[in-house]
């Protein structure tokens, strides 16, 4: 399968087109608990999935695997809070919304993978892994 076919590419441009689309449709604030709440749970849910796709080396402490973790989950829900206040500022110009959407994937992609590869070297390697893959 080459990396291009691979569904988790396609993740992060779907999820904050999702929290733009949800923005401009719900218009609730960021303050809602809801939005917080299913924010947060999408983040969760995209790091298990980063967690499914990969292994962890036998040397990782617990604690390291632990904050390499809160990375990934702190790290791809900032993405989608950007995307979710985009949506909401600019429900009435959806041309506009659409735009910034497009322009800003190619950076939010660059970003994403900074915190794949900050969160992988805690939670997957061993902290004198000679070999790491990260």
Partial sequence: MDIIDH???LAPGVLTAAAAFAGAR???PLSDPAVLISIVLVAILSTCWV?????????VAVGRAVEGIAIFV???ALPLLVFYF??????AHPVVLAGGWLLLLYPVYIYLVLVLLFGADLAFCAPDAYECPV
């Avoid at 967690?51 to 040397?59: I, L, P, T």
């Avoid at 985009?86 to 429900?91: D, E, F, I, S, T």
């Fill in 86 to 91: 985009a949506g909401l500022k600019l429900a």
């Fill in 26 to 28: 719900t218009r609730r």
């Fill in 74 to 76: 702190a790290g791809f």
């Fill in 7 to 9: 569904p988790l590419v």
């Fill in 51 to 59: 967690v499914a796709e990969s292994r962890f080396d036998d040397g």
